[in-house]
């Protein structure tokens, strides 16, 4: 069929110019990938940055992930690359370019877009590099990029310790874990998650010790302690962890209490240092000294230990532990049992009750289709409008090319989707969303006739967008939808909507000693409320950890900032020496390399000087 799109800036044949654009397979992709990548070649040894931008349509974009700028930075349209490549070329002394062989491809995603797309590598003075470019016909025939990417793969002369540089002796020494009166780390990282294991490999792959503090039990307790019923939406292609990927007998989807135990392994397997029951209760940022007075406590007997350290990483997640519950009159005069999400574990401990689940997003949805597995009478209050797609098209649409079985490998595939910045992937959204809908019509219209309200997603850009810019509203479907539309979950909302709607629903209004009411006069009787109304803010975690003064500092932490990067993260930003790290499993496998390269550098006296926002 054909779509209409919205307005767009996106590298159409309209907004380019082209008139008679190639067709795929006349595009000879590794001779103009050549051809473009020695130009450019050419003009960046010269430090002739003029000429370099000439080689960009407008509205282009270079990404630079610390090879040019020791930070991570997204330039839009030929000026403001030119004056980004004037000021650093002298610093980043770019050479060595060579086209990687077999990936230079011409692409049509959509009828009215063309483009070509090859990775090659290069050497900065930083280290080793590699890139991704995407080349667009112009009128004239010539071919220009609308994107590059430079991502700084290890430190010059200080390559990672694996593959041949790995541990050679015969008789390799036993890894000991360290205590809390021995240890005596470099980095000290909070929370022994996905994220902050991730970091911990990075680092110790660099040569740099750091310890991390997790106050559970086990590591892998985050994920073990979550709702039985939790499994993860991505599939396994999308999750892997730094230098060990699952096996190839793991499911397409995981169980949480599988990749608990999975991180367990992972932290032990790469002889991560771990304290395990330790609680960090303050962490002190001294200015003058440059370094930080962390304090840590041991759970079990209470003993303390004060570190002296230059870097702090807070891997604690996206909100958890920060659970929020709206206020609402007579809620605490409501009879029943009253919780978070966060605090579900099972709806066995529910038997022969109604339950009430406040909130229409992934938590919602899980815990709502186990009640029903489990043979309860649940209702589902959706309170605003839920991006829904299925997990089908995820797997099939979303991620196809990328991430799927005989697909690139994963680090290919995490810098051929972190070429395109932020901003273009949510023009990008604008249209797959659409595409999407229409592979998922069937669920949709479903939702739509049994009153379940749905839309495109925040600023109709889809999931990226809404996790980017508003931290959820959206729920990959993996059989809860289908449960409301037959009616096994029971929903209360606004009146039927068209697919892809908003509006508003009915309000709840307040609770009675046993049931929600609603600004409609109706009620639902319940002896269970549940809130999946969302977490809180990091910015939580760092005013619990952090000395007022500094967590005062710490100004924005997520979304994105004017350049379309996310803000606070990945980097030291606003406090020196704090670096925080969050995201999905891909997120932080990615950006957890780029905060190991910055504090690997530091330590080894060769990290240049940032070239930051507002110096372009």
């Not at 992709?29 to 050549?34: C, G, Y």
């Not at 407008?58 to 700028?69: C, K, M, P, S």
């Not at 209702?379 to 995820?394: D, G, I």
């Not at 959820?472 to 809860?480: E, L, P, Q, R």
Request: glycine residues 10%.
């Amino acid at each position: 069929m054909t779509m209409e799109y919205p307005p767009t800036e996106l590298p159409t044949f309209q907004n380019l110019g082209v008139t008679d654009a190639p067709a795929v397979a006349d595009v000879d992709a590794p001779a103009v990938a050549q051809e473009w990548l020695t130009s450019l070649a050419s003009a960046l040894e010269a430090k002739d940055a003029a000429a370099a931008a000439s080689l960009f349509v407008e509205g282009a974009y270079w990404r630079d992930l610390l090879a040019f700028t020791w930070d991570l930075r997204t330039f839009r349209g030929p000026r403001a690359i030119k004056a980004f490549l004037s000021d650093t070329l002298g610093q980043a002394q770019p050479k060595s370019f060579t086209l990687t062989p077999g990936t230079a491809a011409a692409q049509a995603p959509f009828p009215d877009i063309l483009w070509l797309i090859a990775l090659f590598t290069l050497e900065t003075a930083s280290g080793p590099t590699t890139g991704v470019l995407r080349l667009v016909p112009t009128p004239d025939g010539s071919w220009k990029a609308h994107g590059v990417l430079t991502s700084l793969e290890g430190l010059a002369g200080r390559p990672e310790r694996i593959g041949p540089l790995r541990e050679q002796s015969e008789q390799p020494a036993y890894h000991e874990q360290p205590t809390l009166e021995n240890a005596n780390p470099t980095v000290l990282i909070v929370g022994g998650g996905h994220s902050g294991l991730d970091v911990a490999a990075r680092l110790r792959a660099n040569g740099v010790d750091s310890l991390v503090l997790e106050k559970n039990a086990r590591v892998g307790d985050n994920w073990r302690g979550r709702y039985e019923s939790l499994v993860l939406h991505d599939p396994v292609w999308y999750d892997h962890l730094p230098y060990l990927p699952f096996p190839p007998t793991w499911p397409v989807h995981t169980r949480a209490a599988k990749l608990g135990d999975w991180l367990e392994f992972y932290a032990n397997a790469l002889d991560l240092d771990v304290l395990t029951g330790t609680t960090v209760v303050r962490a002190q940022h001294n200015e003058s000294a440059g370094n930080w007075t962390v304090t840590a406590r041991r759970n079990a007997d209470g003993k303390e230990r004060t570190f002296t350290i230059k870097h702090l990483i807070l891997a604690v997640g996206l909100g958890e532990g920060w659970s929020k519950i709206p206020e609402y009159k007579g809620l605490s005069n409501f009879g029943g049992k009253v919780l978070h999400s966060y605090k579900h574990r099972t709806a066995e401990d529910y038997k022969g009750k109604k339950v009430l689940v406040i909130g229409a997003c992934t938590a919602a949805h899980d815990i709502s289709a186990e009640c029903v597995r489990k043979g309860l009478d649940v209702t589902m209050y959706q309170r605003s409008p839920t991006y829904v797609l299925t997990v089908k098209t995820v797997k099939e649409a979303f991620m196809a090319g990328l991430y799927e079985e005989g697909g690139p490998p994963t680090e290919v595939s995490d810098l051929l989707g972190a070429s395109f910045p932020f901003p273009m992937q949510g023009e990008l959204g604008e249209r797959s969303v659409l595409h999407f809908a229409e592979l998922d019509k069937d669920t949709l219209s479903g939702l739509a006739k049994v009153g379940f309200r749905t839309n495109k997603g925040y600023m109709d850009r889809g999931i990226l967008w809404s996790l980017l810019e508003a931290g959820g509203g959206y729920y990959i479907d993996t059989g809860a939808s289908q449960m409301v539309i037959d009616g096994k979950i029971k929903l209360k909302s606004g009146p039927p909507a068209k697919p892809l709607a908003g509006g508003e629903g009915v309000k709840l209004s307040h609770f009675t000693r046993d049931a929600a009411v609603f600004d409609d006069g109706s009620e639902i009787k319940a002896d269970v409320v549940i809130f999946a109304t969302g977490l809180g803010s990091v910015h939580d975690a760092v005013k619990q950890i952090c000395d007022p003064k500094t967590a005062a500092r710490v100004k924005k932490i997520w979304n994105l900032d004017a350049e379309g990067e996310i803000n606070g993260v990945f980097r030291d930003g606003d406090v020196e020496g704090l670096y925080v790290m969050m995201g999905n499993l891909a997120v932080c496998r990615l950006y957890s390399k780029y905060v190991g390269l910055q504090i690997a550098a530091k330590e080894a006296g060769v990290y240049g000087k940032p070239y930051r926002v507002g110096k372009a």
